[in-house]
Every structure is written in C-alpha cells, then in structure tokens.
C-alpha cells in the first residue's frame, strides 16, 4: 500500500491502538503528526523522517488551540485525521454525585468533546481543499453498552459514532470521508486491568475467537481505509471485535 501522499495526525500515538497506527502508516510511506500527553514516543518514531511528535493534554482546550489548531493552518496541513485517544475510566452510580460528574465530564471532554474540535478544524481546512479523511476510533460500548460503572464511556462513544455520521452526510460533497471503528477488548493498557481481573479465558467466552484481538489488526484497517479504496462506505462503523457480536 502507498500512503505517501498522506500525512496523517493521529492522538494517542504513544501506546497501544495508536502506536500500531502509527508503525503501520509510517511502514506504508505516510507522513505522521503523532500526539501523546506523557509517554514517549518509540524510538522507532523518534528516529524516523516522517514522524513528528507532539506533547499535549487533549483535557486542555488552550493546549489544542496552540500545538493542534496550528497544523491545520500550516501550508502543509493533515489530509487524514485519526481520533485515537481516549480515556476507560469508572465511576459507580452510587459515588456522591460531583465525583460521578467529574468522570462524566472529563470522559466526554477526552472521548468526544476533543475529537470533535479536532475534526472541526480539520474539516474547515479539507472544505477548502476538497479532499480529508475522518476516522474515530469508538467502541463496541457505542452498540451492546456496558457495564453501569463505565456508561459515561459508553455514552462518549456513541456520541462519537453520531458525529461521525453527520459529518460523513454533510461533507461527502467537499470530497470528504469519515468512518468510525468500534474495537472490542483489544490488547492494550486500557484492556489489562481487565484482563488481569477477569482472565483471558472469561473475557473471550461467547466470542468466536479464543484470543482478545491485537492493536495490530486495528492498524490494518485504519492504513486501509486511509488508503481512499473504500470512499464510498462513509459513515459506516467497522466493527472489529472476534466476533463477540456481529451486525
Ligand atoms: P491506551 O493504551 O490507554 O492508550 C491511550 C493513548 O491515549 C495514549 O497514547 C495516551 O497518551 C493518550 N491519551 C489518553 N488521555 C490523554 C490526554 N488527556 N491527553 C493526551 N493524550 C491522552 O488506549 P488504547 O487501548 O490504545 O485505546 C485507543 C482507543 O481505542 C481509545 O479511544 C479507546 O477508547 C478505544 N478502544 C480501546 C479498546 C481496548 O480494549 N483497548 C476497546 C475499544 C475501544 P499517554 O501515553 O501519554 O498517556
């Protein structure tokens, strides 16, 4: 796959789904804006030519507005935009209220809330030069829910979904495309509490799989649908999850 012609900024590139990403772009020819809040970048990253990487809080508004705002004013601006980042934080219905809002809000502000400013500065940028590519990472919490400690997440997520959608519907005719993926358990810090308290085993059980999927399989999608092959199935979520559920 040649992605040379893309330059792509992808949130959470230090670990994880977004490290995957990342390696998987930059393999395939595609220049990297990759964004972490404390963790380093592989030296892989650090040390390649095509990778730049940015240290920012997506919590802080004002952080957004003078490390990522900018790119999209730059000459040489992301045509490819992935909204990888988030937060899996729980929060049980019967804590004292403030404590509940604050896992509401800051939950909204890092899943939903962030990536959607991020794709208003980028859409703004591809209306004026008819072309961009929108992928958000959701969930699988979008469609099935899930457990009552981590509804803010879930809610965050199928917020993201929405978002996607319009903006699939109303910037089709700019040359625009936007997809969300909805990831089951995939192996990565954010799944390892729950693996390390449930166990492989359990969490696999009713999945078609006996394994819980790799970031790395994520990454093929992602470089996939950056590619541009599959324009036309905009606004469609691609569910990637061993087939714990299929629709
Ligand atoms: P992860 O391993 O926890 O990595 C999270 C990444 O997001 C890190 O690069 C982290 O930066 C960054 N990040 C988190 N909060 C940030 C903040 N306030 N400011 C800046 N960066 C921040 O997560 P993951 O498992 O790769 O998940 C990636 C995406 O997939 C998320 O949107 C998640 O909801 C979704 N997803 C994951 C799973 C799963 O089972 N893993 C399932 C469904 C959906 P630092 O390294 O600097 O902290």
Redesign the pocket.
């Known amino acids: 796959m040649d992605l040379s012609d893309k330059k792509v900024l992808v949130?959470?590139?230090?670990?994880?789904?977004?490290?995957s990403i990342t390696g998987k772009l930059l393999d395939n020819g595609a220049a990297v804006i990759g964004?972490?809040?404390?963790?380093s970048f592989p030296k892989a990253f650090i040390d390649h030519d095509s990778f730049r990487g940015i240290?920012?809080?997506?919590?802080q508004t004002g952080d957004l507005i003078n490390k990522l705002k900018v790119l999209f004013q730059e000459e040489e601006a992301p045509n490819v935009l992935v909204?990888?980042?988030?937060?899996?934080e729980d929060a049980d219905f019967d804590i004292e209220d403030n404590s509940w809002l604050d896992n509401w809000d800051r939950t909204q502000q890092?899943?939903l809330r962030t990536p959607a400013l991020l794709s208003k500065w980028a859409l703004n940028r591809w209306s004026n030069t008819g072309d961009g590519l929108l992928i958000n990472?959701?969930?699988?919490?979008a469609y099935r829910g899930d457990t009552q400690e981590y509804a803010s997440?879930a809610a965050s997520?199928a917020g993201l979904v929405a978002f996607t959608k319009s903006v699939a519907r109303d910037f089709g005719k700019k040359g625009i495309a936007a997809y969300s993926i909805?990831?089951?358990?995939?192996?990565?810090?954010?799944?390892m509490d729950s693996i390390e308290v449930y166990g492989e085993e359990y969490l696999t059980e009713g999945m078609a799989f006996d394994e819980i999927t790799s970031?790395e399989e994520?990454a093929e999608l992602v470089a996939f649908l950056v590619s541009g092959k599959v324009k036309h199935m905009t606004g469609a979520t691609f569910h990637i999850n061993g087939g714990s559920y299929m629709i």
């Open positions: 949130t959470g590139a230090s670990r994880g789904i977004g490290k964004t972490a809040r404390n963790t240290y920012v809080d997506l919590a909204n990888n980042a988030g937060i899996f890092i899943n990472i959701a969930s699988r919490a997440y997520k909805a990831p089951g358990f995939i192996k990565t810090d954010m799944a970031p994520v």
